[in-house]
Each structure stands twice: as C-alpha cells, then as structure tokens.
C-alpha cells in the first residue's frame, strides 16, 4: 500500500529519539507537587521528601536517556545541572504565587492558588523547562511547554525570558514567544500576544519579540509584537491595542472605539449573528 509505504519512508527519515510524551508531562507534575506538596495527594508526608527527590533525579535521567546518546549528552551532569536551578524555580515561583494573590480580588488563599490556577500551573511549567533549554536540552523543554499549553489555553515558549513576580490572571489565549523579554512585576490578562512582526524561517536566530519592562500591566486581548518593541515600565496597556513599536515608561496605551446604545423595542433590524 502506498500509505504504507509513505509512513515507512517518513519515519525512516525522522531520526530523532524522543522521550516519552506521558512520562515528561508526569515528570513535570510531579516536579510541582515535589516543590508544592499542597497539590499532591500525600501532603503532610515531609519524611518522604528525600525519597522523592531521589526518585526525581532517577526519573530525570531516564527521561533524557532516548536523547543523551545522539546529542552526547552526559547525563549525570544534565541532572545536577538542573536539580541546582531548583531552589530557584522555587523561589520564583513561590513569588508568583504571591503575587497573584496580593492583586487577584478572586484569589482566596496561596493553596488556592497553586492548586487550582491555570496561569500559576502553566508559569511553573515555563520555569522548569526554561532551566532545560537554559541548558540545551533538545526536545523535552518543547513537549513540556506544549503540555501546559494543552492545559492550559496559555503558550509559553521555553526561550522567553521572565522575571519574578509574575501574574497571569485567567490566561486563556496568552502567547509569549521565544525571544520575548519580561521584567518583574509584569501582569498579563488573557488573550494577550507577545508575538513576531515576522515569521520567516531566517529570523530564527533574531531577537523576534518584545521586551516588556517591570511593572507593566497588559489587559485582555492585546497584542505587541515586534523584537525591537519595548513596553517601558510602569506603562499599563488597554485591551484590544495593537502595538508594533516602543513606548516610554509610564504610558498609558488604550484602543478608542465608539459603542453605540440603543433601545432594544424600537431596533427592528435583523440580528444577522449568534453568540
């Protein structure tokens, strides 16, 4: 059968080993419930948190064992590379919890916040595999990140660059590219991009996307784009703005439009659209 036939061809031609797709977005859970036994089931359990970062550490080096060899990895110091970073993946994140609770009015508690938040889970995400490109680690960063996006509704490429303290609220439709710069303080609603003015395969290699400096504020449905665009700081960008270049800090950037109302019993025209 031809079909037959193509698959062998194109796998043949896909030499690349991958980890597991299961095991690394497990590997990945397991990593936030290590570093926030709140989330887990076997909370309270403290005498069991050596043995599970040892289990932790076996699991990592199984899981870049398929991709170690072909990129003459060393895999012991893979793993102390990144088992290193952890006190600080911890410290950042343990920040942006807080900060999503000091400025979210909806958000109750920080076990609230870290077990049940989209935009704490998938910025958790980001910083563990933000350690492994950090690294060089092909592939695995990517099928993390992507897990969260599945998740989540929020794509964080691996690459970007964030500060602390950093705050998503609701987070659905967020997108922040590879080469995006974020500084500290930095809230994000949903919806937001952070994207290229280009995207030819030549510009692989050049800064593609914004920088966004500390405290800035970027409401729901905004989109920046461009590797030379800066976001001063202390800016706050409105909902629905368009922006493909710099702003000094303290702007404030909103979108005009005119909303129209009209008393629904004298409106005899046809509604042509459905929500």
């Known amino acids: 059968m031809s079909l037959i036939n193509d698959i062998k061809d194109l796998d043949s031609r896909l030499v690349q080993k991958l980890p ?5 977005q497990k590997f990945g859970d397991d990593l936030i419930d290590f570093l926030f036994p709140v989330r887990a089931k076997n909370r309270g359990a403290s005498v069991l948190i050596d043995l599970q970062y040892e ?5 990592f ?3 870049v064992a398929p991709i170690s060899e072909q990129y003459n990895l060393e895999e012991a110091s893979l793993s ?4 290193e970073e952890l006190q600080y993946v911890f410290d950042s994140l343990k920040k942006d919890a807080e900060s999503i609770l000091e400025f979210d009015p909806a958000a109750y508690s920080l076990e609230e916040v870290i077990s049940a938040y989209p935009g704490f889970y998938a910025v958790a995400i980001y910083r563990i595999s933000h350690v492994l490109y950090t690294l060089k680690v092909p592939l695995l960063p990517r099928i993390l990140s992507e ?13 970007a660059t964030i500060g602390s303290e950093f705050f998503i609220d609701h987070g659905t439709g967020i997108v922040i590219g590879e080469t995006s710069e974020i500084g500290n303080g930095v809230k994000i609603y949903q919806g937001v991009t952070l994207g290229a003015l280009q995207v030819a395969k030549s510009e692989s290699n050049k800064k593609r996307h914004p920088t966004i ?3 800035v504020t970027i409401y729901s449905g905004a989109t920046i784009l461009g590797g030379e665009t800066v976001i001063g700081h202390d800016s706050v960008i ?5 922006l493909t270049s710099s702003v000094v800090p303290f702007s404030l950037v909103f979108a005009t439009h005119a909303v129209k109302v009209r008393n629904a019993k004298n409106f005899n025209e046809p509604l042509n659209f459905v929500i």
């Open 80 to 83: 102390k590379g990144f088992f």
């Open 61 to 63: 080096i199984a899981l």
């Open 147 to 159: 897990a969260a996006h599945s998740k989540t509704g929020i794509d964080i490429h691996p690459g």
């Open 238 to 242: 409105g909902g629905n703005v368009w």
């Open 213 to 215: 400096e500390d405290n």
């Open 20 to 24: 597991s797709i299961e095991r690394a």
């Open 55 to 59: 289990m932790l550490q076996k699991e």
